[in-house]
């Protein structure tokens, strides 16, 4: 059991990173931008429909056609 969750935690944690990571500053080192991005959401109250609709991620990342 003890081996199955640590397979489990390696698994977890190795996803969490990677060579197109953002930083917690919400910037990007130089050239790791996409150009473009696509963004899915259901209208529903959240987070992500409160920031669409105040296009907080068009004026963090002016850059890259969202």
């Keep these: 059991m003890l081996v ?3 397979f489990v935690a390696v698994l977890t944690f190795s996803a969490c990173t990677g060579a197109n990571s953002f ?3 919400g910037s990007a080192a130089a050239g790791n931008l996409p150009t473009e991005c696509r963004i899915g959401y259901q209208v529903i ?3 992500e ?3 669409k609709s105040l296009m907080l991620f068009e004026k963090q990342f ?3 056609k969202i």
Excluded: C, M, Q
């Design 49 to 51: 429909v409160l920031a």
């Design 4 to 6: 199955l969750l640590s």
């Design 45 to 47: 109250p959240n987070n």
């Design 62 to 64: 002016p850059e890259v």
């Design 23 to 25: 930083s917690r500053s």
